[in-house]
T-cell receptor
Framework: GENVEQHPSTLSVQEGDSAVIKCTYS??????FPWYKQELGKGPQLIIDIRSNVGEKKDQRIAVTLNKTAKHFSLHITETQPEDSAVYFCAASKGGSYIPTFGRGTSLIVHP | DAGVIQSPRHEVTEMGQEVTLRCKPISGHDYLFWYRQTMMRGLELLIYFNNNVPIDDSGMPEDRFSAKMPNASFSTLKIQPSEPRDSAVYFC???????????????FGPGTRLTVT
C-alpha cells in the first residue's frame, strides 16, 4: 500500500519567515495530493491541493510543488503569521481509491 | 452550508458502556469517512461509505466497533463495550464525487473527543 513520510515533525519560525514542509510517497500511481491544516480543537481543513498533471500551484501565501519523478511534494508558506501556527498534514491518493494516506503531521509554530 | 456536523463534541464514559457518535455529512456528498486520531497513531481511517453503502471497514479495530449510514444525511459510529484504549478524537469527513475514479478533497467535522475511564 501507499506510504507517506512527512518532515519535519516540528517547525519553529519567526513571523515573516518562510516555512517548508516536505512529503514523500511510495506509490507511483498516486495522483492527488491535498494539504490540510488542523488548528487546536478543530478538524483538519483543506488549504490547497495538487493533481499530478501540474507541477506547482499557488494560492496567495501558500504554494505546493510536486516532483513526480522523485515522488515528493512540498508545502511552502511565505510571510508566515502567528495565525499560521497549526498542525499541517499532507496526503496522497490515487484514482479508483478514495482513501487518502496521510502523513504524520508537522506542528508549525510561528513566533511573533 | 454548515459543513460536517458531529455530536457530541465531548463524551466521557466509563469502561464497558456503549458509546454512539453521530455525523451529518455535507448535503450532496457521496462519500463519508470515519477517522480516529491519537498522538501515537495519527489519523487512522476506520471505515468509509459510498452512497450509504460501507465500502471498506478494514480499519475498524475490533468487533466492538460498528458503523451505519441509514440515509445520505446521517451516520453513526458505535463502540460497545468501550475500553480506555478507545480514548481518542473521532472525526467524520465527507467528500463529493465529481468524476468517477477521481479522488477529491475531504471536509472534516469538528470531531468528538472521547474519554473512556
Amino acid at each position: 500500500g501507499e506510504n507517506v513520510e512527512q518532515h519535519p515533525s516540528t517547525l519553529s519560525v519567526q513571523e515573516g519567515d518562510s516555512a517548508v514542509i516536505k512529503c514523500t510517497y511510495s506509490d507511483s500511481a498516486s495522483n492527488y495530493f491535498p494539504w490540510y491544516k488542523q488548528e487546536l480543537g478543530k478538524g483538519p481543513q483543506l488549504i490547497i491541493d495538487i493533481r499530478s498533471n501540474v507541477g506547482e500551484k499557488k494560492d496567495q501565501r501558500i504554494a505546493v510543488t510536486l516532483n513526480k519523478t522523485a515522488k515528493h511534494f512540498s508545502l511552502h508558506i511565505t510571510e508566515t503569521q502567528p495565525e499560521d501556527s497549526a498542525v499541517y498534514f499532507c496526503a496522497a491518493s490515487k484514482g479508483g481509491s478514495y482513501i487518502p494516506t496521510f502523513g504524520r503531521g508537522t506542528s508549525l509554530i510561528v513566533h511573533p | 452550508d454548515a459543513g460536517v456536523i458531529q455530536s457530541p463534541r465531548h463524551e466521557v464514559t466509563e469502561m464497558g458502556q456503549e458509546v454512539t457518535l453521530r455525523c451529518k455529512p455535507i448535503s450532496g456528498h457521496d462519500y463519508l469517512f470515519w477517522y480516529r486520531q491519537t498522538m501515537m497513531r495519527g489519523l487512522e481511517l476506520l471505515i468509509y461509505f459510498n452512497n450509504n453503502v460501507p465500502i471498506d471497514d478494514s480499519g475498524m479495530p475490533e468487533d466492538r466497533f460498528s458503523a451505519k449510514m441509514p440515509n445520505a444525511s446521517f451516520s453513526t459510529l458505535k463502540i460497545q463495550p468501550s475500553e480506555p484504549r478507545d480514548s481518542a478524537v473521532y472525526f467524520c469527513a465527507s467528500s463529493p464525487q465529481r468524476l468517477a475514479g477521481i479522488p477529491n478533497e475531504q471536509y472534516f467535522g469538528p470531531g468528538t473527543r472521547l474519554t473512556v475511564t
